[in-house]
Structure formats: structure tokens, C-alpha cells
């Protein structure tokens, strides 16, 4: 039996958008209305698509498929803080509102079709804090309206594969390969 890696396709972040995740998770954390865990913001990214457990020959295909994507720079800027599902909040992110990397993440799940399973709606966004009491979700509201997050822009001439690994209960991210658009 072949051993699989939870892998998925994303966009490292530069360093100075690193600490503006920073300065937002001292913030919430300051203000210490809900229990979250946050996410370290070294390891921030802003993930593409999801791929799952895959197989080290699903690895050598996706790597080789990637390779050939064309693609040109981005440029990208933050936008807002905000939450999935109102009834249920668990992730606190901050939004990016960029059209093209719309079409990057298309172009992407096209090359890939028949290796990613998932059809999920891509909304571009760093995740940064999860919540773990869900019953406070309307001081996560109230949170999110009222935090102003600095509209950095930043540009991405790249994207990489990288693997998930739970480690000590946090999950560690490994780079397998970076592709250069």
C-alpha cells in the first residue's frame, strides 16, 4: 500500500503581509473577546486549491502537469477581515479581492481535472485565527466589522505544492515544489 501526503496547491506570502497578519492576530488576541487558535503567521498562506491525500505518482503527475501552466505576475492587496458560515463560525480570514487569481485557481483545477475532487467556490482569503467556541459568534461579528486591516499590496510571481503535516496537534506546512508563473 502506497503512503499518501496531504498536499495542496498555494501562494506564499511575503514577509511584510507575515506581519500584518501578525499585528491583526496581537489585536484580536489583545482584545481577548473569543477563544481562537491562530494561525502562525510565518507559515500564512493563501491556499489555491486543496488536493487531500494523494499518492507519491499523483505527486510526480501534478508536479509535471503544473510545470506547463502558464501564467503571468499578480498583483495582489489585502481587503478585509471576515468568517465562513454565519450559523457555525469556525475561520476568521482576511479577504483578497483580485480577479485574475480567480483565473489562476481555474487555470489550475483545469490542468489538474480528474486529480482534484472537490468542487468547492473559491474565495481567496489567508486564514487566521479558528474559533472554538462557536457560541460567541456574534462578538466574531462585531470583531470583524471593527477591525481595519492595512491594504498592502504585494505581487506573486509563484505558486508551490506543498505538504500538510500534523505535528504536535498544529499542522506544519512543507514545500514540495515551487512553479514559477
Known sequence: MSQTKRCFIAIDLPENICNEIKRLQEQLYIKNVFDAS?????????TLV????????????????????????IKLSLDKLGYFDERKIKIMWIGLKQKELIELHKKIKITLRGIVKQDIEFIPHITIA?????ELKEMVKDTVLKTKVNKIQFDIDSFSLKESKLIESKYHYFEIERFKL
Open 38 to 46: 491562530y494561525t502562525n503567521s510565518k507559515q500564512a498562506h493563501l
Open 50 to 73: 486543496f488536493l487531500g491525500n494523494i499518492s507519491q505518482n499523483q505527486i510526480i503527475e501534478i508536479k509535471e502537469k503544473l510545470e506547463k501552466i502558464k501564467f503571468h505576475q
Open 130 to 134: 479558528r474559533i472554538k467556541k462557536y
